[in-house]
């Protein structure tokens, strides 16, 4: 997952998974994330689509750190 924004307790990651096909993605540069098995595109700051065939923005994923525990939500 790519690092979104982050403050003091929590960060929030978008998923690295195309909404199309769902096929993890790792190709990451110039503020983008391109699918290579179908060639959609989003944007690597707010995970919104660039262009398709992706129908939907990318997921958020939420990690934060509450003492020894790290809690995660989708």
Known sequence: STRKE???ASDVYKRQICTHA???MTNVAN????CDN???VY???DGSVLSGPAPR???KVTV???GDDVLVSF
């Open 6 to 8: 982050s403050s003091a």
């Open 22 to 24: 769902g096929f993890v």
């Open 31 to 34: 503020s983008e994330i391109k």
């Open 38 to 40: 179908h060639g959609a």
């Open 43 to 45: 944007s690597a700051d």
């Open 57 to 59: 923005a990318l997921g």
């Open 64 to 66: 934060t750190v509450e």
